[in-house]
């Protein structure tokens, strides 16, 4: 790479990097380290990306750390209530003022080296021994980073001259308005390593095709080969099925006829599946209607359809945006650059991959998981937890399925033999997207800096 390939007015980046026509996608954009130095500068160091959930700044002086490559970001509640965001560097030295999450002592920032402390309005107010120094500007501020919330999450970007998140997201809101992401809360937070590059984290978890080969035990429940793919602006999704095929039914792959769908197993093999994603009352629910059996009338399915919808209801949940369809459906998201999982009525994980500095052969991959508050019992604010050895923790069988499938993708693209990928253009779309889009940032100058 050109040593000045990153710095605003620099020649476009190689051909050989980008995106073909055809929809070839080089290997490098995964292992070169020159190609993740570029990408830092041109793409996250401009895009929205999500730095951390609003319940987690629930009071004045709570504060969030998000860092992204070499570049850390504060995130504060201030005593107005309003969000606010400052780049996480102390004006003297350069030391870090926070790691992690915590709250602000006294409604201050203090630098742990020196002492300097800083207002949550970014406002450096004490300088220890002030007198000794020459020509200390008298209004000494942390540098601003734009911030902005929706769907419960706060947004950051280090770009000044960034569009707005709204129209960033767009269409993103008013697809999954009705799941009313802003309500959940967030009832765990996990942090791991990958070994490998943060696209392939995030491709492993934004397409069906693979569901035949790496998670084969979710055949019976789910309909793989015709599951829609769509585009939404920068982003995508999938999972809702075209026409009136119903949401809940075995791939096709498995050969079973329409006529001999065992419903009881289906529901079984769903729960048995993705339990992670339901409260325990839906659980309940699943292994009643099976003992009792439907009503006179109604399919097992439709039957849990109609009274999950009653039981989301009793929680508070507006379903009044949602069908009887989606009470066994999933909305799988993608949010660009780097956040994808599994929506539900009730509940998300959301999967947040972010690069390693200088290193693209991992990853640290997030798991955010919410659900719907039992207005009974409110929940106690999530701990954020760290596993730095991924292997050392039972992710569940879907989770560990598709890390252990990521860290082969790395090892092989090692290989001599392997050039690039070749991406279906219909179960893949969402994948060719995701490249296609970044290429757009890649073309573009690079970003100026972080903040104002």
């Not at 990097?17 to 995964?30: I, Q, S």
């Not at 998201?333 to 390693?356: C, D, M, Q, W």
Request: charged residues 25%.
């Amino acid at each position: 790479m050109p040593a000045d390939a990153t710095r605003p007015g620099a020649p476009p980046p190689p051909d050989e990097w980008l995106v073909a026509a055809d929809g070839f996608v080089p290997k490098e954009r995964y292992t070169d380290p020159g190609f993740a130095t570029l990408e830092h500068e041109r793409m996250w160091c401009r895009v929205w990306q999500i730095a951390c959930r609003e319940e987690e700044l629930d009071a004045p002086g709570a504060y969030a750390e998000y860092s992204i490559g070499d570049e850390s970001v504060v995130v504060t509640r201030g005593d107005d209530g309003a969000l606010r965001a400052f780049a996480n560097v102390c004006l003297h030295r350069g030391a870090r003022l926070v790691d992690g999450p915590g709250c602000a002592d006294a409604g201050t920032l203090r630098c742990p080296f020196h002492a300097w402390r800083y207002d949550l309005d970014g406002r450096c107010i004490e300088v220890v021994d002030a007198e000794d120094f020459v020509a200390l500007p008298a209004d000494l501020r942390l540098p601003r980073v734009r911030a902005e919330a929706w769907g419960g999450f706060v947004f950051v970007t280090l770009d000044p001259d960034a569009e707005p998140l709204a129209d960033f997201l767009h269409p993103l809101p008013e697809v999954l308005g009705p799941y009313h992401l802003e309500q959940m809360r967030l009832r765990s937070f996990l942090t791991t390593v990958l070994p490998t590059n943060w696209k392939a984290a995030v491709d492993a978890f934004n397409e069906a095709y693979h569901v035949q080969g790496g998670h084969h035990q979710v055949l019976p429940f789910v309909d793989d080969v015709s599951i829609a793919y769509e585009l939404l602006g920068k982003h995508a999704h999938y999972g809702r099925l075209p026409g009136a095929r119903r949401a809940l039914r075995p791939s096709p792959r498995l050969g079973i006829p329409d006529d001999e769908v065992d419903e009881a197993m289906i529901l079984r093999a769903m729960v048995a599946g993705l339990g992670g994603a339901f409260l325990g009352e839906e659980r309940a629910l699943v292994d009643d209607l099976i003992e009792v059996g439907p009503p006179p009338g109604q399919t097992l399915l439709g039957a849990y359809q109609e009274r999950r919808m009653a039981l989301l209801s009793a929680r508070g949940l507006d379903v009044s945006g949602l069908g009887a369809d989606q009470m066994t459906s999933v909305e799988d998201l993608y949010v660009f650059p780097n956040v994808v999982g599994p929506v539900y009525p009730g509940s998300a994980i959301l999967f947040r991959a972010r690069p390693v500095p200088g290193d693209p052969d991992h990853t640290i991959h997030d798991t955010f998981v919410l659900e719907w508050p039992d207005p009974a019992a409110p929940p106690k604010p999530a701990k954020r937890r760290s596993f730095p050895d991924w292997q050392a923790r039972d992710w569940g069988t879907l989770t560990t399925q598709d890390y252990e499938n990521v860290a082969r993708v790395q090892a092989g693209m090692k290989s001599r033999a392997f050039r690039g990928l070749r991406l279906n253009p219909r179960q893949e779309v969402n994948l060719l997207h995701m490249h296609r889009t970044v290429d757009e940032y890649l073309r573009a100058p690079a970003a100026t800096g972080g903040g104002r």
